[in-house]
């Protein structure tokens, strides 16, 4: 981890993560203004010492509302980043344990069908047929998470499994359920890692892009992707409505694909002894 | 040589581009027809193209609400108000050059009133009980009971006459009508064309042709005013970007008031919406102003019953409903409700339904209920909500003219059956003396507002815009269409 920090493109990553992280967490117990409430009165105000980012057109506080939308934000990112690992992972293990099997087989071609839909287009799909909400928003970027993982898992695997030490662990019996999580796993939650930052800045964009079109967090949750399509008809006259959502979604998606990289490269043996 | 050539060509287009400014006019629109059969269809949309441009009916509306001569340049009423005899306009032929005849009014309004009818009207025909063709240009129709609003019915898009004998699926795609304007071509998704009639019976269109292109996208619709691309939009479907085309030289903001009661439809038979009391206490826990301000952009007028502020026979009985939460509070704790409930409230596209829903869900927490807001597209909301009637709240605007009728139909999507309204309904529908109407009129608005149908929001306003040298487009919208034959050009 020490090693980590001293990397500058994970420590600044890491630093624009944990800032809407905390963000998040603090949302729960206090924000500067409620953002179930509207007030007429006060509607597009500009940024001043009261409203930090200005209010919205329905006088609400912005920064308030980018803190609870952090919040909607890293929910549904980490609830299906979450149904990716653990539907993934283990049918990327068993593929990869059984593998030229028909198991494999199913598996493998199961995923390949998941992936050959682009992802939006399965949002679009799920929250179409059973109706718009966050739960199915997470729903759908989930499911677009599981063949994700489960090749990645199956890759790494197929590696593993031909190395000695995973011989031995067969000679002296073992079955092939207890080697693959014993002694296969641990030595791809690198990987692991890599890919599910990388799949937590895809799942914000994707939250965002659902919210945006209006599948996604329904009224009155504030959501990044709603306030950016609220915005819309208004940017041309108060262009910080926009502007906060959109940098909260850039500034967190960025700092996460730094982390991404950053853990990538040390993890990567081969890039690790370049760099020695 | 060659770019002599295209320099000269570029001149060309230039000027041609120049005089056809002058003749010719580009309207935006936010949605498509489904088809140009104003008789086969309840769409706005279709009206808004073919009503008295293409299809003309006996009668019509102007454009300040009063219903004018058409086709029927004059009418006799017998004493006891059940028979109408009009004289039709002489020498008027259809767009396929057919002449319009008595003949061909009798068949449109029997095909109208038929049992199979597929009028998206019905009611407006239902007491005709006869038609006939006394000559070729005097029609006699009889009616079962005194019609009070006959001329008025008459005048609707659903009323238009038709060519006898044209195949009415062919017309849903090549209307076939007396209007200024003959159809000429639709680009499905994109736009419809229209030109000059030159052999129109009435004073010719001054325009050669006008074109109406559809965009649905407030945000598309501003780039395509701004740039040029439409020169009008008569319904702009974003108020917040208006002050922006006002300050603008180039462009004159209309606003004028349509036929749109917007209101927060209640359903009257789902629990506990079945108590007038909780929503009377929905009717206090609204401040209409602030969605006025914070939805409209200030555009609306606040309305107190299901009636248009500026026909005669308004009454304003926003004091009724006055914003008071404490009041609404009370109200739900007599009910049986001091902690309050949670209900569903299903929303159309338009903003004023989006971002009103916000305010009213905000509104109604103050006091107490909790509501599921979903956001519904055109499609899903009339299957769920008008159809299958499966929703607590919702925000739409009723654009029909004079429709305060809906009330007596229990079966309407927010289910309101009161057998007292429905008996002030047949009084009306018999009554032809206006003060008496008035009367009638102003009880049911009373009514509705006593027993807390709806909650009562806004009167929708029309917020256009267009090219500042454009004359002649009507500022209000009496109904769904407007006559496009009086607008032009000034340099």
Do not use: C
Not at chain 2, 70 to 98: N, P, R
Not at chain 2, 403 to 428: R, W
Not at chain 2, 457 to 463: E, G, M, R, V
Not at chain 2, 466 to 475: F, V
């Amino acid at each position: 981890m020490k090693r980590a920090f001293k990397m500058p493109g994970f420590s600044i990553g890491f630093i624009m993560a944990f800032t809407f992280t905390a963000a998040a967490l603090v949302s729960f117990f206090w924000t500067p203004f409620g953002t179930d409430g509207v007030d007429i009165v006060n509607k597009l105000h500009t940024p001043d010492g009261t409203n930090w980012f200005g209010t919205d057109h329905l006088g609400r506080d912005i920064f308030s509302m980018i803190m609870v939308g952090a919040r909607t934000s890293i929910a549904v990112a980490v609830v299906a980043v979450g149904i990716g690992v653990l539907l993934g992972v283990p049918l990327g293990l068993a593929a990869a344990a059984r593998k030229g099997s028909l198991l494999d087989e199913f598996i493998m071609r199961g995923n390949d069908l998941v992936f050959a839909f682009p992802a939006l287009l399965i949002a679009i799909l799920i929250t179409a047929v059973f109706g718009p909400s966050a739960i199915n928003a997470i729903i759908a970027i989930g499911i677009f998470n599981i063949p994700v993982f489960a090749r990645l898992t199956r890759a790494g695997a197929l590696s593993l499994w031909t190395r000695d030490f995973v011989l031995a662990a067969r000679v002296s019996g073992k079955s092939r359920v207890r080697i693959s999580f014993e002694h296969i796993l641990p030595n791809i939650t690198n990987l692991l890692i890599v890919q599910g930052t990388i799949q937590f800045s895809l799942g914000i964009l994707a939250e965002a892009a659902l919210s945006y079109i209006g599948l996604g967090a329904q009224p009155p949750i504030p959501s990044w992707g709603r306030m950016l399509a609220d915005s819309q008809t208004m940017v041309s006259f108060a262009p910080h409505l926009a502007l906060f959502p959109g940098l909260a979604i850039v500034l967190t998606v960025l700092g996460l694909n730094l982390m991404g990289d950053a853990l990538r490269d040390l993890f990567d043996p081969k890039l690790r002894r370049d760099r020695q | 040589m060659k770019r002599i050539l295209t320099g000269a060509s570029v001149l060309a287009l230039l000027a041609s581009g120049a005089i056809a400014a002058s003749t010719s006019l580009t309207l935006g629109d936010q949605l498509e027809p489904p088809h140009l059969d104003p008789t086969a269809g309840a769409a706005g949309a279709i009206d808004t193209v073919v009503y008295i441009n293409i299809y003309e009916g006996l009668t019509e509306f102007a454009a300040d609400g009063s219903v004018i001569p058409a086709l029927a340049k004059s009418w006799d009423i017998s004493e006891d108000g059940l028979t109408y005899t009009f004289h039709l306009q002489s020498g008027v032929k259809f767009h396929d050059g057919s002449d319009m005849t008595a003949s061909d009014v009798v068949w449109s309004l029997n095909r109208a009133r038929a049992e199979d009818s597929v009028n998206a009207q019905k009611t407006l025909f239902e007491n005709i009980a006869d038609v006939t063709a006394t000559d070729d240009t005097t029609v006699v129709v009889t009616l079962s009971t005194p019609t009070g609003n006959f001329l008025f019915n008459m005048a609707w898009g659903d009323a238009v006459v038709l060519n006898e004998g044209d195949d009415v699926e062919a017309l849903k795609t090549a209307p076939n009508g007396t209007g200024a304007f003959t159809f000429t071509n639709w680009v499905q998704g994109d736009s419809i064309t229209m030109s000059r009639n030159e052999a129109y019976w009435g004073e010719a269109a001054k325009l050669e042709s006008v074109t109406i292109k559809y965009i649905s996208d407030p945000t598309a619709a501003f780039n395509a005013v701004m740039a040029g691309d439409v020169d009008a939009f008569p319904t702009f479907p974003a108020p917040e970007n208006l002050p922006q085309f006002e300050a603008d030289p180039r462009f004159t903001v209309i606003v004028g008031s349509t036929e749109g009661e917007t209101i927060l439809s209640t359903n009257n038979k789902m629990p506990p919406f079945d108590n007038p009391l909780v929503r009377e206490a929905l009717a206090h826990a609204i401040d209409r102003n602030a969605i006025i301000d914070g939805a409209m952009f200030g555009y609306g007028t606040p309305i107190g019953t299901h009636f248009a502020p500026h026909n005669p026979a308004y009454m304003d009985l926003t004091a009724q409903s006055n914003y008071d939460p404490e009041l609404a509070r009370t109200l739900l704790a007599e009910a049986g409700f001091p902690d309050g409930f949670t209900t569903t409230m299903k929303l159309p596209p338009p903003s004023y339904a989006r971002r009103g829903g916000e305010i009213i869900a905000a509104q109604l927490r103050e006091v107490g209920i909790e509501t599921e807001v979903t956001n519904l597209e055109w499609g899903q909301w009339l299957e769920e909500v008008f159809k299958g009637k499966d929703f607590g709240l919702t925000i739409v605007s009723h654009t029909e003219p004079m429709d305060i009728g809906v009330y007596a139909n229990p079966e309407y999507y927010f289910q309101y059956d009161s057998a007292a309204f429905q008996a002030l309904m047949d009084d009306l529908n018999g009554a032809t003396d206006p003060a008496k109407r008035t009367e009638i009129l102003q009880a049911a608005q009373q009514m509705i507002s006593d027993d807390y149908v709806n909650g009562y929001l806004f009167q929708l306003a029309k917020t256009g815009v267009a090219n500042a040298n454009i004359r002649g487009l009507w500022e209000n919208a009496p109904t769904q269409g407007s006559n496009l034959a009086e607008a032009y050009w000034v340099d």
